[in-house]
Nanobody, 120 residues
Framework: QVQLVESGGGLVQPGGSLRLSCAAS????????MAWYRQAPGKAREFVAI???????NYADSVKGRFTISRDNVKNTVSLQMNSLQPEDTAVYYC??????????????WGQGTLVTVSS
């Protein structure tokens, strides 16, 4: 069993900053990719940022220059530093990981999400 637990969501004013964290636990041999997605009210889930085991990163155009993704391979955690937040960033943010389990099989795992609300 593999779990992802997000933390750091909350209410922030426009222009503010917030840092999200996600911890992976369970019978994980290796975490190849960790990523963040988000789902705004009434809209489909969308990609935000991703970081591979090589530490290469990619970002959605909407967050480039404002968000930074990072990971700690020893702790199996991923973070998302969000700066210059705007109301359109309001969404439930989901952590995603592609892991190799102890038995050698791959698995894609989602967290339950953490709500980020950007409002004055």
């Amino acid at each position: 069993q593999v779990q992802l637990v997000e933390s750091g969501g909350g209410l922030v004013q426009p222009g503010g900053s917030l840092r999200l964290s996600c911890a992976a636990s369970g019978r994980i041999l290796r975490t190849n990719v960790m990523a963040w997605y988000r789902q705004a009210p009434g809209k489909a889930r969308e990609f935000v940022a991703i970081i591979a085991n090589t530490d290469s990163t990619n970002y959605a155009d909407s967050v480039k220059g404002r968000f930074t993704i990072s990971r700690d391979n020893v702790k199996n955690t991923v973070s998302l530093q969000m700066n210059s937040l705007q109301p359109e960033d309001t969404a439930v943010y989901y952590c995603n990981a592609r892991v190799i389990k102890w038995d050698g099989s791959p698995l894609e795992v989602w967290g339950q999400g953490t709500l980020v609300t950007v409002s004055s």
